[in-house]
C-alpha cells in the first residue's frame, strides 16, 4: 500500500517497530496554526498508519487562520505525516511527534503554514537551491504572581547590565541543561547557551539546517522548552516584549544558500565592496529590503511586536532590534547585518510563525533575484545614534510601528501577497486586522492612570 503522500507500508511498518521498541505508546500528530503555536492530536501508535493515510482528521474552523465553513466536505482539516520527522520525545516518556501537512478536500490546503513553506521551497528547488537558515530563539523564563501578572522567574537576576551574566545563567541549569540534554537528543546540534540583555531572558543557539527542517525543529523547541519549563513550575515566554523596561526576544535567521553540488550561492571573495557577497546575494538582500514593510507582518505578527520595534529612544535603555530598512557589514543596527557571507535577518521576533516567516522571506529573496534589484549602499554607522530628519535624507526609510501599519503594507504588496497566495494572504490580513483593532478598542491601565481624573 501507498499512501497518498507517497509513503509506503513497510515504512510505516518500520517506524512503528522502532517506535515501540523506544517504548513510545502515543504518537502526536502536530501541525502549526497561524499564530505559530502547536496544534495536534494524540493517535496511539497501533492507529500510526491513519496519520500517513487520511490523515488524522480535525474540525476546519476551530483552528485559527483556516478560514473554512462550518460544515460541507471542506470543513474538515486533515494533517498528514511527513514521516521524516517522526521523533521520540525525550521529555514526554512514551511519546513521540510526527510532522503534518495541512490537507482540505483531499488536496494540499493552501492556508497550511507549512505547505505555504513547502511552495517556496520548492522555487528555490527549481534552481538547483536549498535556503539553509539557523533561526536564534531568544526568551523568557517567568513565574506567575498571585495577582496573574508575571516576573522574571529569578527573583535574584537583578543586574543593570545582564547580558551574559553567569550566576543569573547557572541559577537556570536545571531547565537549561534539561532542554539542551532534550535538544540534543533529537538531533539538534546545540552549541551556545548564554543569558541575554534582559532580566530572565535566553537564548540557545543550535546548528542551522534547510529552511522546511528549521521551521519543524524551531517548532520542537518551543513544545520542549514549554513542558519543561512548566514541570518545574515556570512560565516560558516568546512573548516579544513582555516588560517595557526590559529588551525583547527577537528570532534572527542566519540565511545561506547552497546549490545543487553545495557550493555557498551567496559567497564571493572578489565583492569590491568587502562584504564577501555574490551579485545573488546582493539581489536577494535587496528583495528583503524591498519587501521589509510587508513582511514585518509575517516577522512580527503580535501588537506586541511593535514595542520591540521602535524608532527613537526604547524605554528599556538598550535594544538590538531593528527600526529602519538598511544593511551593513557586521552592523546589528540594521535591519541585516552581513557577516562571513551570510545574512543575518533581524527582523523577526520570538513570537513570528516560523513557515510564515521563512516563506516570506524565499518569496521576497526571490523576487530581488528574478528583478536584478539592488540594495544601495551597506550603512557604515551607528543608525540608532542618527536622528530621524537625517535617515530621512539618505534615503533610510523605517519599518512599521504597529500591526495595523504592517498589515497594510502586506495588503498592498501585491506581488509578495501573490506569492504567498492570494487566498492566504487575504485571510492573514483579515485575522490580524481583527487583532489591531482589538487591542485599538480595549482600554488599557496606561489610559486610565492618565485620564481618568484629569479632564
Known amino acids: ?262 557550493r555557498a550561492v551567496f559567497t564571493d571573495r572578489s565583492d569590491a565592496q568587502g562584504l564577501g557577497l555574490s551579485q545573488t546575494a546582493y539581489h536577494f538582500l535587496a528583495g528583503l529590503l524591498h519587501h521589509a514593510p510587508a513582511l514585518a507582518a509575517l516577522c512580527a505578527p503580535t501588537v506586541n511586536s511593535y514595542k520591540r520595534l521602535v524608532v527613537g529612544e526604547s524605554l528599556s535603555g538598550t535594544t538590538w532590534a531593528p527600526a529602519h530598512i538598511g544593511y551593513g557589514d557586521n552592523n546589528r543596527t540594521t535591519l541585516v547585518r552581513v557577516a562571513h557571507s551570510r545574512l543575518e535577518w533581524r527582523l523577526p521576533d520570538a513570537s513570528a510563525n516560523p513557515y510564515l516567516a521563512l516563506a516570506g522571506v524565499i518569496a521576497a529573496g526571490l523576487d530581488g533575484v528574478e528583478r536584478s534589484l539592488s540594495p544601495g549602499a551597506p550603512v557604515a554607522d551607528d543608525l540608532y545614534e542618527l536622528m530621524l530628519a537625517e535617515l530621512r535624507v539618505r534615503g533610510i526609510a523605517q519599518l512599521p510601528q504597529n500591526l495595523g501599519e504592517a498589515v497594510a503594507a502586506l495588503e498592498s504588496d501585491t506581488s509578495l501577497g501573490e506569492a504567498l497566495g492570494s487566498a492566504f494572504t487575504a485571510e492573514f490580513c483579515r485575522f490580524k486586522r481583527m487583532e489591531w483593532v482589538e487591542y485599538s478598542r480595549a482600554v488599557h491601565a496606561w489610559e486610565t492612570e492618565r485620564y481618568a481624573d484629569r479632564f
Open 1 to 262: 500500500m501507498t499512501a497518498s503522500n507517497g509513503v509506503e507500508q513497510h515504512q510505516i511498518d518500520a517506524l512503528r517497530r522502532r517506535l515501540g521498541d523506544a517504548g513510545v505508546r502515543y504518537v502526536f500528530a502536530q501541525f502549526t496554526d497561524i499564530q505559530g503555536v502547536a496544534k495536534g492530536k494524540t493517535v496511539p501508535l497501533s492507529h500510526l498508519e491513519d496519520i500517513f493515510t487520511a490523515g488524522a482528521g480535525f474540525s476546519g474552523p476551530s483552528i485559527w487562520g483556516t478560514g473554512l465553513p462550518r460544515h460541507g466536505l471542506r470543513s474538515e482539516y486533515y494533517g498528514r505525516g511527513d514521516i521524516s520527522t517522526a521523533q521520540v520525545l525525550p521529555w514526554l516518556p512514551g511519546h513521540a511527534r510526527v510532522v503534518c501537512d495541512g490537507y482540505v478536500g483531499g488536496e494540499s490546503f493552501a492556508l497550511c503554514p507549512r505547505q505555504i513553506l513547502r511552495r517556496q521551497v520548492a522555487r528555490l528547488a527549481e534552481r538547483g537551491w536549498t535556503l539553509n537558515a539557523g533561526l536564534e530563539p531568544e526568551f523568557f523564563l517567568l513565574q506567575r504572581n498571585p495577582d496573574g501578572s508575571v516576573s522574571p522567574a529569578d527573583g535574584h537576576d537583578r543586574l543593570e547590565k545582564p547580558s551574559y551574566d553567569y550566576k543569573s545563567l547557572t541559577r537556570q541549569q536545571a531547565f537549561l541543561g534539561a532542554l539542551t540534554d532534550a535538544l540534543q537528543a533529537c538531533g539538534l546540534d546545540v552549541f551556545q547557551i548564554d543569558h541575554e540583555d534582559a532580566s530572565g531572558q535566553y537564548e540557545v543557539n543550535y546548528h542551522y539546517s534547510d529552511a522546511l527542517s528549521a521551521a519543524d525543529r524551531f517548532m520542537l523547541f518551543k513544545m520542549a522548552a514549554h513542558s519543561i519549563a512548566e514541570s518545574l513550575g515556570m512560565v516560558f515566554s516568546m512573548m516579544p516584549k513582555p516588560f517595557a523596561n526590559m529588551p525583547g526576544s527577537g528570532l534572527h535567521f542566519h540565511l545561506s544558500i547552497a546549490d545543487a553540488g553545495g
